[in-house]
T-cell receptor, first 118, second 114 residues
């Protein structure tokens, strides 16, 4: 089954304790991205990757790191989590980095990881 | 400054009637638009998209209309069904078409009452 898998789905942690949210896709997708969803703010992009070893900042990258060593994996790293990083996080992937007529540009999202930082 | 705006946080519609969800944008360089649907405890799923070279795209009960002069797009669901109850996100991409430039609105929660 084609899917984007995130782990953990739920996590409660404390300020300053490093954590990693893993993301893996089995569709051989070129493009991957991380978003956070907060009440009243919608979906905001944290980081994205156009291909292996190519990553770039989205709208809200502060406090996060990513890496893309393999095509299928795109982990999100919080080196020193803070309470303002309490959020619902989504990983997404797409076949192509380019949006064109005929290519719907569909993003496939994971089920989300709810993170609470105390 | 918010470039993609969904001004209605919520919408309630009777089953069988039309649902119209609206989205406005400010950047004239956007040239590709997408709608995503999100159920609670699930990730968003792609619904329908439209390129700026078109003014309408239809897929079953879902139709997206694009009015470039007004910088406005709308999603029509006809007829609405209770299973359509979800949060709908509008998203836009800058000219040159890269996923890296995808910008989402804040979402509209649709409730379809039986």
């Amino acid at each position: 089954e084609a899917q984007v898998t995130q782990n953990p789905r739920y996590l409660i942690t404390v300020t300053g304790k490093k954590l990693t949210v893993t993301c893996s896709q089995n569709m051989n997708h070129e493009y991957m991205s991380w978003y956070r969803q907060d009440p009243g703010l919608g979906l905001r992009q944290i980081y994205y990757s156009m291909n292996v070893e190519v990553t770039d900042k989205g709208d809200v990258p502060e406090g996060y790191k990513v890496s893309r060593k393999e095509k299928r994996n795109f982990p999100l790293i919080l080196e020193s989590p803070s309470p303002n990083q309490t959020s619902l996080y989504f990983c997404a992937s797409s076949l192509s980095r380019l949006l064109r007529p005929g290519n719907t540009g569909e993003l496939f999202f994971g089920e989300g990881s709810r993170l609470t930082v105390l | 400054d918010q470039q993609v705006k969904q001004n209605s946080p919520s919408l309630s519609v009777q089953e069988g009637r039309i649902s119209i969800l609206n989205c406005d944008y400010t950047n004239s360089m956007f040239d590709y638009f997408l709608w995503y649907k999100k159920y609670p405890a699930e990730g968003p799923t792609f619904l329908i998209s439209i390129s700026s070279i078109k003014d309408k795209n239809e897929d079953g009960r879902f139709t997206v209309f694009l009015n470039k002069s007004a910088k406005h797009l709308s999603l029509h669901i006809v007829p609405s069904q209770p299973g359509d109850s979800a949060v709908y996100f509008c998203a836009a991409s800058l000219k040159g078409g890269s996923q890296g430039n995808l910008i989402f609105g804040k979402g509209t929660k649709l409730s379809v009452k039986p």
